[in-house]
């Protein structure tokens, strides 16, 4: 008999399900919302029951019977930094979400919404490495200033599914492998895999790694904190710059991987510097994390959308390859990798972690 998973992934305007037998997809959709309807909650978290409305909603126009699922899981949002691994939903964790001590994001709906669905018709609920996900060497939180320390936030649900793949690809336990993973989507993330664990990872949420279709990366202090106290920009404002209007956006007018493309092959020499300029700035971030397993590389894995993009393979590859064989993992599948963490625990393969 066949284990039943919902998965939940909410994101700012639209939540995400899909409904797995064992590892085999039967139903996904997108829910969209109304914009005009999401602005008038006052916090993220006051969207759940809304948005648990349209879900269950979406189901049974899919004639899916809730009571036929074997558990529930949710994307993981902004929690306490944690080991990477499958949770259940626990009350800690929910209030958590509740207050929203890290910051307000839409993924940290997915934990809310999971465990009511689950609890009204008894099964387990649970989340799937969040992006809190925390495996840094201490070293790695250290900088320059010892009011502020790094931090580890990234996209842990697709580079450990594809850390998975490629070490099952490779006839290896992931456990025994150095691998860097760059994430190349909205945001970009390269982490280093140590054995099994992201031993040092960029910040992609809050200004830090390569510039990415629509955040800035690393900018130079000195200029940063001028800008900031100029008087001629709001704290809004320089917040929009290093996240949603920052990188490709900033300076092409578009987060469009498509668009920009065509530009390029149109002609447009401006488009492809900048594009060139991002992907330059991914290899350097792949040589850094390659300096943290001190050479010791085993793969280097490209994922994400930007990943089918042949032009930023193409110049990634011209400058890491030295380091090591590199494999494409082109896009992500967010659902399949929460519906698979669910899974393993519900086999016994896995054991839950307690939040």
């Not at 956006?249 to 065509?262: H, R, S």
């Not at 510097?273 to 390659?290: L, N, P, W």
């Not at 494409?328 to 016994?348: F, H, K, P, T, W």
Request: aromatic share 6%.
């Amino acid at each position: 008999m066949h284990n039943t998973i919902l998965a939940i992934n909410p994101g700012s305007t639209s939540t995400k399900i899909a409904v797995f037998n064992d590892e085999t997809m039967r139903y996904k959709t997108t829910i969209r919302h109304d914009t005009n309807t999401i602005n008038t909650f006052e916090h993220i978290i006051d969207q759940y029951a809304f948005r648990k409305e349209a879900v269950l909603s979406s189901l049974e126009k899919a004639k899916v019977d809730p009571k036929d699922l074997a558990a529930v899981v949710g994307r993981g949002g902004m929690l306490k930094p944690i080991e990477s691994g499958t949770y259940m939903v626990n009350d800690a964790m929910i209030d958590d979400m509740n207050k929203a001590k890290r910051g307000e994001h839409a993924s940290n709906l997915g934990c809310v919404i999971a465990k009511e669905i689950a609890d009204e018709i008894g099964v387990p609920s649970f989340i799937v490495d969040p992006v809190a996900v925390d495996e840094m060497d201490d070293m790695a939180r250290y900088t320059g200033m010892p009011e502020i320390r790094r931090q580890s936030l990234f996209h842990a649900l697709n580079q450990k599914a594809i850390a998975r793949k490629a070490a099952n690809d490779l006839n290896k336990d992931y456990t025994d492998l150095n691998l860097i993973v760059a994430h190349l989507g909205g945001g970009i993330s390269v982490g280093a895999h140590q054995k099994g664990r992201v031993i040092d990872v960029n910040n992609a949420l809050d200004g830090d790694g390569p510039m990415s279709p629509e955040r800035s990366g690393g900018v130079p202090i000195g200029p940063l904190y001028k800008m900031a106290f100029s008087g001629d920009y709001t704290l809004e404002e320089i917040k929009r710059k290093n996240y949603g209007k920052g990188g490709l956006v900033a300076y092409l007018g578009t987060n469009d991987g498509e668009e920009i493309q065509g530009r390029i092959e149109n002609g447009d020499t401006e488009a492809e510097f900048i594009f060139k300029v991002m992907c330059y700035q991914i290899a350097k971030e792949i040589g850094s994390a390659a300096t943290v397993l001190k050479g010791q590389v085993d793969a280097i894995i490209l994922t994400g959308g930007l990943a089918y993009d042949d032009l930023l393979v193409r110049e990634v590859k011209t400058r890491t390859s030295f380091i090591a064989p590199i494999k494409v993992y082109a896009g992500e599948d967010e659902m399949e990798s929460l519906a698979l963490g669910a899974l393993r625990v519900l086999r016994n393969e896995e054991t839950a972690k307690t939040y």
